[in-house]
């Protein structure tokens, strides 16, 4: 069993930052990909970036291509998203995801085996 908790969310200008932690409990996190998803209200969740088990391999969504950044510390079992000129479309519920299998970096949630609670990014305009 993984336990994934985000923390960083808050309220933000637009053009502002934020950076997003996801704490992951137990040994073997440097075992799993990792990733972000979001998911605003009245919309379905959508993928936002994903990065491999050494952080050698990312991938991003196109909305937030060159303005997120998503990394990793293995050694603090935690992956960060960090994000830059924010909009008022990437107000959203923010959750990290644990994939277990790693087999790349997964778009699609229903590869992700564990989810943390989310964290809430709001963006005013």
């Known amino acids: 069993q993984v336990q994934l908790v985000e923390s960083g969310g808050g309220l933000v200008q637009a053009g502002g930052s934020l950076r997003l932690s996801c704490a992951a409990s137990?040994?073997?996190?440097?075992?799993?990909?990792m990733g972000w998803f979001r998911q605003a209200p009245g919309k379905e969740r959508e993928f936002v970036a994903a990065i491999a088990r050494s952080g050698g391999m990312k991938n991003y969504a196109n909305s937030v291509k060159g303005r997120f950044t998503i990394s990793r510390d293995n050694a603090k079992n935690t992956v960060y998203l960090q994000m830059n000129s924010l909009k008022p479309e990437d107000t959203a519920v923010y959750y990290c995801?644990?994939?277990?299998?790693?087999?790349?970096?997964?778009?699609?949630?229903?590869?992700?085996?564990?989810w943390g609670q989310g964290t809430q990014v709001t963006v005013s305009s």
């Open positions: 995801a644990a994939d277990i299998r790693a087999m790349g970096v997964m778009t699609d949630g229903y590869e992700y085996d564990y």
């Open positions: 137990g040994r073997t996190f440097n075992r799993y990909a």
